[in-house]
């Protein structure tokens, strides 16, 4: 399924806090609905979460508060004047945290000027940031209507999925009942630049707009969040399309290295120049003498991506296409492997011992 962003358009501060992560239960309850049109200006009668005049947008994302994937991204949202704003993103880096939550510790949120939106820094992981954005804990009765993580710096498709950060806080308002969209930028190290950042948020713009508006209509599909990626080359992109995960990946091994050096860049992120300065986290010799050090690297891409469908992320986001991938939170596995399981579990009880082998 294709469609232009022009078919899918016309087609429809200084207080400190802390907060203990919590899990809150989104009710199921559908909110009073009101006359209100944010789109045509006409009358309507249109269903918000968070009650007020506008529909409430959360954003938030694992590169931090600073990057500017977020940043284009509200601007964008905030120009539109038809949302109300909130941002809760982590207070640094969090990529490829998957979707790791915080318990021992309370969170800190520290107020952000972002203008046109209410937003903070949180000291938590993406997860965390979308838990706390939609508990009305930070955010007294304001339950948002759509959650948006990113824009990511870096394609997140296959099984990029699982480690990603920028994923699960999308994947976490859904556990939560809150619809929800990841959306990651094909970074691509010595053509891409900050201004394609900006060109992503316009273009995944009129998407935004069409899933409000089934959302407030309440004609949305409840079981089921979305991962959008867009392509390199945004002048000349061919649609959005709709696409199933596959297994794309980018291996990663391992290098012994000493506790002076600081962590190998991200291969996406690795010749930009964000304004801030990296923070090397070294490790201390003294306290962890006769310790080995080792480093992360990047070795190769999964062969098993060469042949996968058209239909598949990864290959069609190669191909020039904004890529749209409708995603749950079971890990389902291939039908053959189901029948093969079925039939060995009942040989178990019949195996030998571990002494046989």
């Known amino acids: 399924m294709k469609l232009t962003p022009n078919q899918l358009?016309?087609?429809?501060?200084?207080?400190?806090?802390?907060?203990?992560?919590?899990?809150?239960?989104?009710?199921?309850?559908?909110?009073?609905?009101?006359?209100?049109?944010?789109l045509s200006g006409t009358n309507a009668t249109l269903g918000m979460e968070g009650g007020a005049g506008r529909p409430i947008v959360l954003v938030t994302n694992d590169d931090g508060i600073e990057a500017p994937g977020l940043r284009f991204l509200v601007q964008a949202l905030v120009s539109v004047g038809r949302y109300r704003v909130l941002v809760c993103a982590p207070n640094s880096d969090q990529s490829g945290v998957g979707h790791a939550i915080t318990w021992q510790r309370p969170l800190s949120a520290t107020p952000v000027e972002l203008e046109g939106a209410?937003?903070?820094?949180?000291?938590?992981?993406?997860?965390?940031?979308?838990?706390?954005?939609?508990?009305?804990?930070?955010?007294?009765?304001?339950?948002?209507?759509?959650?948006?993580?990113?824009?990511?710096?870096?394609?997140?498709?296959?099984?990029?999925?699982?480690?990603?950060?920028?994923?699960?806080?999308?994947?976490?308002?859904?556990?939560?009942?809150?619809?929800?969209?990841?959306?990651?930028?094909?970074?691509?190290?010595?053509?891409?630049?900050?201004?394609d950042l900006k060109r992503a948020a316009e273009c995944c713009l009129p998407l935004l707009n069409a899933l409000l508006v089934e959302i407030i209509s309440k004609t949305y599909p409840k079981g089921l969040f979305l991962n959008m990626d867009l392509p390199t080359d945004l002048t000349c992109h061919k649609g959005y399309k709709i696409t199933r995960q596959g297994k794309f990946m980018t291996r990663i091994g391992w290098k012994q290295t000493t506790s002076s050096s600081s962590a190998e860049c991200s291969y996406v992120t690795a010749d930009m120049e964000l304004g801030s300065a990296v923070k090397k986290q070294n490790g201390d010799s003294s306290s962890a003498r006769g310790a080995l050090w080792f480093k992360r690297r990047f070795v190769e891409q999964n062969a098993e991506t060469e042949n996968e469908a058209e239909d598949v992320d990864f290959t069609s986001l190669e191909a020039g296409y904004i890529t749209v991938t409708p995603l749950g939170a079971l890990s389902r596995t291939e039908v053959e492997a189901e029948s093969y399981f079925k039939d060995w579990i009942l040989r178990v009880p019949d195996s030998p011992s571990t002494s046989y082998l």
């Open 9 to 38: 358009s016309s087609s429809s501060g200084a207080r400190y806090q802390t907060f203990q992560t919590r899990r809150h239960a989104i009710s199921g309850t559908p909110a009073r609905p009101r006359r209100r049109s944010f």
């Open 118 to 195: 209410t937003a903070y820094a949180v000291s938590g992981t993406p997860a965390d940031c979308a838990s706390l954005g939609i508990s009305t804990e930070l955010f007294p009765g304001e339950k948002p209507d759509l959650v948006i993580s990113g824009i990511n710096i870096g394609s997140n498709c296959g099984y990029h999925i699982v480690y990603s950060g920028t994923v699960a806080g999308a994947r976490e308002a859904f556990l939560y009942g809150v619809h929800s969209v990841a959306i990651s930028y094909h970074w691509v190290r010595g053509k891409s630049s900050t201004h």
